[in-house]
């Protein structure tokens, strides 16, 4: 397993607000899969992202990434490992406004020494012709597009996605969907997509389900519905 988390917890709060929100959750990703992570609101899918993703710590357990331990990591070593090997993708864009696309996806491309082509990556999202303008000119979904950019530029070896068609309608969720999927194919990136939306679950190669922070199910789909065949987005 590429990603394998096991035996995770993760509380907030003291005293009387003290929350459990991963209760001792087990799971693991292959290498170049595309992952869902879902359950309903307050499941623990989003904390279990960022624990993934050393955005947040761990209470207790083991999260490892390629056969690396990253729980216990100094600030330091987890500013490295976010750099070099994670690539983030929101529901809300967090575009910079007075920066052009370009310049947004230059931002990150700085931070690695194997970025991948910008010109090409511009082309494969069908932002080249977009590139000169300003968030405030952008449509939702084009700006979707440039925040995953942003994202991909550094090459990451794993691609955290946290509701990244939530803001959208259903049209423009399916365009970024059939993105995410040839993004897959072809730099083969692991993703790992934080979902509500029941029908992404049919896209993408494994699905573990959370509720109340525990893992209830896992499974590999056997049979993988193109994203532009997705029904009820």
């Not at 005293?15 to 209760?23: A, D, N, P, R, Y």
């Not at 390629?66 to 500013?79: Q, R, S």
């Not at 109340?212 to 994203?227: F, H, S």
Request: aromatic share 6%; hydrophobic share 35%; charged share 25%.
């Amino acid at each position: 397993m590429y990603v394998e988390v096991s035996n995770v917890k993760k509380s907030y709060g003291e005293g009387g607000s003290h929350v459990q929100v991963l209760k001792g959750v087990t799971a693991g990703v292959e290498r170049g899969e595309m992952c869902v992570i879902q359950g309903t609101s307050g499941s623990g899918k989003s904390t279990l992202l960022n624990c993934i993703g050393g955005l947040d710590d761990v209470d207790s357990g083991s999260i490892k990434i390629g056969g690396e331990e990253i729980v216990g990591l100094k600030k330091d070593e987890l500013y490295d490992y976010r750099r070099d090997t994670i690539g983030f993708i929101f529901q809300f864009y967090n575009l910079i406004p007075n920066l052009t696309v370009r310049e947004n996806i230059e931002v990150c491309r700085y931070l690695t020494d194997s970025p991948l082509d910008m010109d090409e990556l511009l082309n494969v999202l069908g932002l080249k012709e977009h590139e000169n303008k300003f968030p405030s000119q952008l449509s939702g979904g084009q700006q979707q597009r440039t925040a995953i950019a942003r994202a991909l530029i550094k090459n990451p070896k794993l691609l955290l996605c946290d509701e990244p068609t939530g803001a959208l309608d259903s049209n423009t969720s399916r365009d970024i969907l059939i993105l995410l999927e040839k993004i897959n194919r072809k730099y083969q990136t692991t993703m790992l997509i934080v979902t509500h939306n029941n029908s992404i679950k049919d896209m993408v190669h494994r699905v573990i389900y959370l509720k109340d922070g525990e893992v209830m199910k896992t499974y590999v789909n056997d049979v993988i519905v193109p994203a532009r065949e997705l029904e009820d987005l």
